[in-house]
């Protein structure tokens, strides 16, 4: 039997104490806390109820409407909805046929999800959440209106003759 060494047990129990410090822990994955997120977000809009929308938002989000120059930082979006929400206006989609998905460490969940507004008709929702530490925050959000692959021809040639750019 051979005798170890000092330096050399040290040395290996150094590396085993930075990997246990350094290995987090996941994330309980919990698609119904995400939801909650996701329901509380289009509740708020509904109501126009802006600290809760915003609020749903990480810093750092990006919104994307259903124009293709609707490209929205949090803080331009803050300032394009507040003068709505300041009068009671807000905007309804409800929910319906969500999927909610999650990275292997947890901190990450993406969705996507059917809407249906009485403006726009069925709509689609497809964004990206981040956990927070003790909350979910909504780092992107994708508004779309679907069109039928029967239609996609027409509404392209009348997007072109609108002479419509980003």
Known sequence: MRAHSGAAVTV???CFLVACATTSKPIPTN???VELVLDGFHRAASLADERAYFGS???SAIFFGTDASERWSREDFLAYAHPYFEKGKGWTFTPRDRHVYFSRDGR???FDERLDSASYGECRGTGVLENQGTEWKIQQYNLTIPIPNGLAKEFVAKIRESGTKK
Do not use: E, S
């Open 12 to 14: 290996g129990l150094l």
């Open 108 to 110: 990450t969940a993406w």
């Open 31 to 33: 698609a119904a806390d």
């Open 57 to 59: 938002l990480a810093n």
